[in-house]
């Protein structure tokens, strides 16, 4: 079983709706959460970034993290085109070099 | 400008060669890494540099060496290259406890 689990997908949606992408972990010394996005042919860039527990929004994204469960979500709300990409949760703990590790990543297709 | 960059962007070689890939930060971060990326997307560390100094050596075969000539370049060398070398190498930067910045990627295509 992997540290960090994801669904690959492709999930797609039409315009305007919204997503909710998720990632489950075993590692409870993760203490730092991160949603980033890839395009393709590009490096990952980063969403969202959340320490413990709780909830971050930034525009039309929100961050969760609940750790008495060990999952995170990001919802993305009024989706469009420009959203489709490769979303990919990472996560890290305190002590550990700023090593992250990965989900296999969630590819979302936006669709007019 | 471009604040993680590596050269090349591409790079097709035979079984066997031995190649180098750069990457530069402007970001004035410590720390630099080097990530693969398989064919399907999976994303794992290799290695970390802090001020020149290695920190994070993970299972890699020593066919890779990392290389940091100071703290806003981390090259990667690569001996002997085998087929399952094939993949997307990214290099990152980020200060301590900070979220990691990545560049473009270096497409590696061994044949």
């Known amino acids: 079983q992997k540290e960090v689990e994801q669904d690959p997908g492709p999930l797609s949606v039409p315009e305007g709706a919204i997503v909710s992408l998720n990632c489950t972990y075993s590692?409870?010394?993760?203490?730092?959460f991160m949603w980033y996005r890839q395009y393709s042919r590009k490096g990952p860039e980063l969403l969202m970034y959340?320490?413990?527990?709780g909830n971050k929004e930034d525009g039309r994204f929100t961050a969760q993290v609940d750790k008495s469960s060990k999952y995170i979500s990001l919802f993305i709300r009024d989706s469009q085109p420009s959203d489709s990409a490769t979303y990919l949760c990472?996560?890290?703990?305190?002590?550990?070099?700023?090593?992250?590790?990965f989900g296999t990543g969630t590819q979302l297709k936006v669709e007019l | 400008d471009t604040a993680v960059s590596q050269t090349p962007k591409y790079l097709v070689t035979q079984m066997g060669n031995d190649k180098s890939i750069k990457c530069e930060q402007n970001?004035?971060?410590?720390?630099m890494y080097w990530y693969k990326q398989d064919s399907k997307k999976f994303l794992k560390i290799m290695f970390s540099?802090?001020?020149?100094?290695?920190?994070i050596n993970e299972t890699v075969p020593n066919r890779f060496s990392p290389k940091s000539p100071d703290k806003a370049h981390l090259n990667l060398h690569i001996n002997s290259l085998e087929l399952g070398d094939s993949a997307v190498y990214f290099c990152?930067?980020?200060?301590?406890?900070?979220?990691?910045?990545f560049g473009n990627g270096t497409r590696l295509t061994v044949t």
């Open positions: 990472a996560m890290s703990q305190t002590g550990g070099g700023n090593k992250l590790t």
């Open positions: 540099y802090n001020n020149k100094e290695l920190i």
């Open positions: 990152a930067s980020s200060q301590e406890n900070s979220p990691l910045h």
């Open positions: 590692n409870s010394a993760f203490q730092y």
């Open positions: 970001l004035g971060h410590d720390t």
């Open positions: 959340t320490y413990s527990s």
